[in-house]
């Protein structure tokens, strides 16, 4: 696997950080979670007028063999047929970026289908969808070492272009059930808690999925990296190849839903120090998000219901962040605006 060297954002700034946050001309912390924020952001990128120049969406597309056994009531060429919409700008992900400004990257990381034609869409395909991990591993150790390199080099070509903040979103029918399984193990939590409707499967749909996945839960391995490759997707894994990545370069990531979460937590168990650089954009409706994100103690900037995946939650959440980075860069002080301050 590929090796990242991740250091723990530096803390020897945040004395003047603060400092420059209490001058602004306010009420001291009257700008709340913006003021978290921002002190985040300046950590992350060691200055105290950060900036969020170039934003970068990766759509990482994939298929799950354990798809077949139906755990998700939207069939597997939604997947293929989804990644060809997003290349004609009709999707969720399209409107998001367009309105945030975001340069959106749609890559075939292992969808069951031959994309490599289609205009727009990046071809990293590894396999045609993962195998069924309730018999066998999803994918060999030299499949997902290709797959951490993939999310890796991706982010290599956002940093070229000046890239300074990055989101991740994925496509592939099913994908909240490797999730499931990664918050079961990783969280120590009951799987039934783990367990939610995906993309609407009602409480017939939901037990069948829990009886499924409890099956291929018996089967886990014990080291991170093979609890990875035994239940992860292709884009999944790609996607923690990112954000090691990103957080190795100081890149700010903002981590969107259910799905993206599982994959942050693997990356932060895999190098704790990831941790800095994310910024949890929302609380998702899919059953058990907000457990998960107790699991490493994040507080989202959003709660809306969502549940769409794709990375639109971290979209929707980027204005807030970009409020706190302008408090930071464009807020007067005290001094130049010459006004007293009271405390």
């Known amino acids: 696997m590929k090796t990242f060297h991740i250091q723990p954002v530096g803390r020897t700034m945040q004395a003047d950080i603060q400092d420059k946050i209490d001058n602004l ?4 912390g009257s700008l709340g979670r913006l003021e978290e924020i921002a002190m985040q952001v300046c950590l992350v990128q060691q200055t105290l007028s ?11 597309g994939g298929d799950h063999g354990i798809e077949r056994e139906g755990v998700s009531i939207s ?9 060809v919409n997003f290349t004609r700008g009709g999707g969720g992900v399209n409107m998001f970026c367009r309105q945030h400004g975001f340069k959106l990257r749609i890559v075939d990381v292992g969808v069951d289908h ?10 990293r395909k590894i396999a045609r969808g993962t195998r069924n991990f309730l018999y066998k591993p999803a994918m060999t150790d030299q499949q997902f070492c290709r797959a951490i390199s993939i999310g890796s080099d991706l982010v290599d070509e956002c940093l070229s272009e000046g890239c300074r903040v990055l989101s991740i979103g994925e496509m592939g029918i099913a994908n909240t059930s490797p999730s499931s399984i990664w918050m079961h193990l990783f969280g120590g939590i009951p799987l039934a808690e783990c367990i939610g409707a995906g993309s609407g499967l009602a409480d017939e749909g939901i037990r069948h999925k829990y009886d499924i996945l409890m099956r291929a839960a018996q089967q886990s391995p014990r080291e991170t990296t093979d609890i990875l490759a035994y239940y992860g997707g292709f884009e999944m894994v790609a996607a923690i190849g990112a954000m090691l990545r990103a957080a190795e370069q100081r890149l700010l990531v903002l981590v969107d839903g259910f799905i993206m979460t599982a994959c942050a937590i693997a990356a932060i168990r895999l190098h704790p120090a990831a941790q800095d650089y994310m910024l949890f954009a929302h609380q998702g409706d899919e059953a058990g998000h907000r457990r998960m994100l107790d699991i490493v103690g994040a507080k989202p900037l959003l709660s809306l219901g969502l549940r769409l995946g794709e990375g639109t939650g971290a979209l929707c959440a980027f204005p807030i962040v970009d ?4 408090m930071m860069n464009e807020m007067n002080n005290f001094q130049s605006a010459k006004i007293t ?3």
């Open 75 to 83: 069939p597997r060429e939604v997947t293929w047929q989804q990644m």
């Open 341 to 343: 301050k009271y405390f």
């Open 50 to 60: 950060p900036s969020l120049a170039h934003p970068c969406h990766l759509l990482l």
């Open 323 to 326: 409020s706190a980075v302008r």
């Open 25 to 28: 001309n306010k009420p001291k």
């Open 114 to 123: 031959d994309l490599s034609s289609v205009p727009g869409i990046t071809d």
